[in-house]
């Protein structure tokens, strides 16, 4: 019988025996992600990026996600909830000396970009400290920012009833680098009051599951390579 790849679903014998064996774990966040997508949605994102990942090889283990994130860049709107850098640094410095234990490698794969730079330097203490450990951020080339296009239509992929598409609207457009300053001194509220950055205008779920290909082969062959730089980053 195929023994399931979740962590969870795992007894400690099944454990026991020492084998090559790599835990992935997702981290994302709970936020805002516009009027039209869930709170969830990068812990969504990253923990089916991991899963689709595993499906064929039985050396990889999926933990359950870490759901909160630095998201101070989203106090303005409710339903955020965020555990800041340094604590999500504790929290993830402390899960790889864990698995350190049992776990040959461990990958973070990250799905909420605030919170860089703290997963690389996370992972980076725990190499530092001798653990063969390293990161994958889960983005799109030349996607939007946020609860735009991009993250509309991986959700409409991934689960199509979440998705209030009547409610989506477009927010701001501007580039991130336009945005940065703004989004520095009042957070994404000053920049866009409905949250979204980006426009989900004419997203659909066979964008999503192209771009969850693309992220997902990605991740395959950064994993079959196993090239983690100083940084942690596999390369």
């Known amino acids: 019988m195929t023994q399931s790849r979740r962590l969870g679903e795992r007894t400690w014998t099944d454990l026991a025996e020492p084998e090559g064996r790599t835990l992935i774990i997702p981290v994302g966040s709970m936020e805002q992600h516009g009027p039209h997508l869930p709170l969830d949605t990068d812990a969504r994102i990253a923990a ?3 899963r689709r990942v595993a499906v064929d090889d039985p050396s990889i283990l999926l933990a359950p996600p870490v759901a909160y994130g630095a ?5 303005g709107f409710p339903g955020t909830l965020s555990i800041g850098h340094d604590a999500l640094r504790a929290v993830l410095v402390e899960l790889g000396r864990s698995a350190g234990g049992w ?3 461990l990958l973070f794969v990250n799905g909420h970009g605030g919170n860089l730079p703290t997963v690389p330097e996370a992972a980076a203490q725990l190499r530092v400290e001798g653990r063969d450990v390293a990161w994958f951020g889960c983005t799109v080339p030349g996607g939007d920012a946020h609860a735009g296009h991009t993250e ?3 959700m ?5 009833p979440l998705v209030r598409e009547d409610a989506a609207e477009a927010g701001n457009t501007a580039s991130l680098r336009e945005l940065l300053p703004t989004l520095v001194r009042g957070g994404v509220a000053a920049a866009s009051p409905n949250g979204v950055l980006g426009d989900p205008y004419g997203a659909s779920a066979a964008q999503g599951e192209m771009f969850l290909a693309g992220m997902v082969g990605q991740l395959r062959e950064k994993l079959s390579r196993w090239e983690p730089d100083e940084r942690g980053r596999l390369a």
Request: glycine share 6%; hydrophobic share 45%; proline share 0%.
């Open 103 to 105: 776990a040959t490698r």
């Open 152 to 154: 509309t239509s991986i």
């Open 48 to 50: 089916a990026v991991a």
């Open 71 to 75: 998201s101070g860049e989203h106090e």
């Open 156 to 160: 409409l992929a991934l689960d199509a």
